[in-house]
């Protein structure tokens, strides 16, 4: 079957740093993508991880173990406007299987 | 670039009147998907057409609905009888074909958000 976790919500300050985790467990993996909603708008690309390892981009950063079927993002110096949902999708191929999302909400 | 285009972009209707959802994708773009997403499930995938032609539409609920992709620049999704229980936010996406791009990420149009009273 398909299962893959994200805590519900999360709230953080500005200036902060913030985990978002990820567990999964799927049949077949090819990567693993981090996407940001917007209340009200469409998902948006962050990352994509294919190898075990963190990848770097700016103040976000994503970390994958296909080992342990585990992800996280990683958000630094928190702004406000990075208020969203943020969404871990698993790939097959083609097929992306999405988390239910996590909502997090960035305080002043 | 215009992205992924969409309309309408919301749509209220009665129970058992039929719904005409339309996309756009991304010019050059061969893979293109439907979703649907409820706070409950999620986004789910509904159908994946790969140069117009349907590969995948497990995801698709039942036979109420259906999706075609007459060509390379325009796709349509339509519920008929639309009932009260497909009221969700619906997200086409279009993508590179595998392998042609770094990370054949999807890019979603701004969705179409259905109430079906």
């Known amino acids: 079957g398909q299962n893959i976790d994200q805590p519900t919500e999360m709230t953080a300050t500005e200036g902060a740093i913030v985990q978002i985790n990820c567990t999964y467990q799927?049949?077949?993996?090819?990567?693993l993508f981090w996407y940001q909603q917007h209340a009200g708008e469409a998902p948006t690309f962050l990352s994509y991880?294919?190898?075990?390892g963190l990848e770097e981009k700016g103040r976000f950063s994503s970390f994958l173990s296909r080992s342990k079927g585990y992800s996280y993002l990683l958000l630094k110096e928190l702004q406000m406007k990075d208020s969203a949902s943020y969404l871990c999708?698993?790939?097959?191929?083609?097929?992306?299987?999405f988390g239910t999302g996590t909502r997090l909400k960035v305080l002043a | 670039d215009a992205g992924v285009i969409q309309s309408p972009r919301h749509e209220v209707t009665e129970m058992g009147q039929e719904v005409t959802l339309r996309c756009k994708p991304i010019?050059?773009?061969?893979?293109l998907f439907w979703y649907r997403q409820t706070m409950m499930r999620g986004l789910e995938l509904l159908i994946y057409?790969?140069?117009?032609?349907?590969?995948?539409d497990s995801g698709m609920p039942e036979d109420r609905f259906s999706a075609k992709m007459p060509n390379a620049s325009f796709s349509t999704l339509k519920i008929q009888p639309s009932e009260p229980r497909d009221s969700a936010v619906y997200f086409c996406?279009?993508?590179?074909?595998?392998?042609?791009?770094?990370?054949?990420?999807?890019?979603f149009g701004p969705g179409t958000r259905l109430t079906v009273l």
């Open positions: 996406a279009s993508s590179l074909a595998l392998g042609q791009g770094a990370y054949n990420e999807q890019f």
């Open positions: 799927t049949s077949g993996f090819n990567g």
């Open positions: 991880n294919v190898l075990d």
């Open positions: 999708a698993v790939t097959r191929t083609y097929k992306y299987i």
């Open positions: 010019s050059g773009h061969n893979s």
């Open positions: 057409f790969n140069n117009n032609v349907p590969i995948d």
